[in-house]
Each structure stands twice: as structure tokens, then as C-alpha cells.
């Protein structure tokens, strides 16, 4: 079974930076395409960026461009979400997903339709 654990959440102040990382094991980042979505309280999930299997091309929600970047370390077998310019609005619990599909936006909304699932990490903003 696949499985993705996150990991570098934590407290933040607003302007401030988190990296947040994404590992995989019993699957290669090369064979899927992985995603970063986040759930705030009261809120529904939302997809924050997107990463394809193979092209490497990346997508982001209109809310975090410019401030958030996807990578991908192969020899790690990770996936990050360095995350910039944090704003309150940010807080939320933040997942990782996997599937094998590409990336896909609907109405301009990352899909979440995506296969497995990490448990989340709590990133919060606040002063």
C-alpha cells in the first residue's frame, strides 16, 4: 500500500515561512502526481497546488500563487511545499495525495480526486 506522510507544520507569524514536506514510500514520484491540498476549520477542502507525474509541470490555487512553490527531490523521494509570505488565511490542516492520473483544474480548482491520501499537518498563522 501506498503511503505519504507530511510533516513541517507548525506556528507561524504572519510573513513567515514553512516548508512543508511530503514522503513517500512504496512508489516512485516519477509514476505519480502528487498534490498539496489544506482544510480550515469550517471549510471545505481545498487544493493548493499540484505537481504531474511525468512533465513536471505544476499547478497552484489563485490564493497561494507567487508565494507557494512544489518541488519534487527524487533521490529523497519527497515532495515540498515551501510555503512564503504566510497570511492568517493560510492556517489549515495540510494533506499530501498521490495518484497515478495526471494533475487536474476544474474551473480553475485543483481536483482533489486523487487516490491516497497522507494524514495532514497543522500549519498555523497568527502573531
Known amino acids: 500500500q501506498l503511503r505519504l506522510v507530511e510533516s513541517g507544520g507548525g506556528l507561524v507569524q504572519p510573513g513567515g515561512s514553512l516548508r512543508l514536506s511530503c514522503a513517500v514510500s512504496?512508489?516512485?514520484?516519477?509514476?505519480?502526481?502528487i498534490g498539496w491540498f489544506r482544510q480550515a476549520p469550517g471549510k471545505e477542502r481545498e487544493g493548493v497546488s499540484c505537481?504531474?507525474?511525468?512533465?513536471?509541470?505544476?499547478n497552484y490555487a489563485d490564493s497561494v500563487k507567487g508565494r507557494f512553490i512544489i518541488f519534487r527531490d527524487f533521490a529523497a523521494n519527497k515532495v515540498y511545499l515551501q510555503m512564503n509570505s504566510l497570511k492568517p488565511e493560510d492556517t489549515a490542516v495540510y494533506y499530501c495525495?498521490?495518484?497515478?492520473?495526471?494533475?487536474?483544474?476544474?474551473?480553475?480548482?485543483?481536483?482533489?480526486?486523487?487516490?491516497?491520501w497522507g494524514k495532514g499537518t497543522l500549519v498555523t498563522v497568527s502573531s
Open positions: 495525495a498521490a495518484d497515478l492520473r495526471p494533475c487536474t483544474a476544474v474551473a480553475g480548482k485543483i481536483s482533489s480526486d486523487m487516490d491516497h
Open positions: 512504496r512508489f516512485t514520484l516519477d509514476n505519480y502526481a
Open positions: 505537481i504531474s507525474r511525468s512533465s513536471g509541470s505544476t
